[in-house]
């Protein structure tokens, strides 16, 4: 699987948008891109996934660059209960469904 | 649905001992992982299942490691016997379509 690079810390205001960016230069056509998030003493929390398309759901936006080297994360409107360790990840398609967790984003969320 | 189910929620052992770690996925789930959180070495996948049958172990650190799934219902696993260096938080998982789903976590301290 492709690696990833994120940087190691963000803040944000309360209320703002966070983005919260990922480099994965190295992705291959068939791997897609996760987006977990763990919030302090909790397991993981799945956010969103993409392959091509940009993406939305209930919780976040994802946007990826059209050469797919890079994506991004968007939380519309941070809460104080977005505070957590963001983990963006490439898995390859097909049936191998492990997911290799970097060391992620701490995103804070300052009131 | 009551999600992934892991017991104990702590556990405190002394170096030597046996220490067994038990998961209840969610039902209908067909993927089960086993993952281990320390400081230093972050998330970290040990081994994962299929309908019960383990599909990949090369996470896992040693012989005194071993992981078993009965039943669809039901996985351990196991530390024989645990060391200091085993002490971590362990993560249970089961997997639907495209998400895995976390349990609370183990915290395991080995004295």
């Known amino acids: 699987d492709a690696k990833t690079t994120q940087p190691p810390s963000m803040d944000c205001a309360e209320g703002r948008a966070a983005n919260l960016p990922c480099n994965h230069s190295t992705i291959s056509g068939n791997e897609y891109v996760y987006w977990y998030r763990q919030i302090h003493s909790q397991g993981p929390q799945y956010i969103i996934h993409?392959?091509?398309n940009n993406e939305t759901n209930e919780m976040a936006s994802l946007i990826i660059t059209e050469d797919r080297k890079s994506s991004t994360l968007i939380l519309p409107h941070a809460t104080l209960r977005d505070t957590a360790v963001y983990y963006c990840i490439v898995r390859s398609g097909g049936s191998n469904y492990k997911l290799t967790f970097g060391k992620g984003t701490l995103l804070t969320v300052n009131p | 649905d009551a999600g992934v189910i892991q017991s104990p929620r702590h556990e405190v052992t002394e170096m030597g001992q046996e220490v067994t770690l038990r998961c209840k996925p969610i039902s209908g789930h067909d993927y089960l992982f086993w993952y281990r959180q320390t400081m230093m070495r972050g998330l970290e996948l040990l081994i994962y299942f299929n309908n019960n049958v383990p599909i990949d172990d090369s996470g896992m650190p040693e012989d005194r490691f071993s992981a078993k799934m009965p039943n669809a219902s039901f996985s351990t696993l196991k530390i024989q016997p645990s060391e200091p260096r085993d002490s971590a938080v362990y993560f249970c998982?089961?997997?639907?379509?495209?998400?895995?789903?976390f349990g609370p976590g183990t915290r395991l301290t080995v004295l």
């Open positions: 998982a089961s997997r639907t379509r495209n998400e895995q789903f």
């Open positions: 993409g392959l091509k």
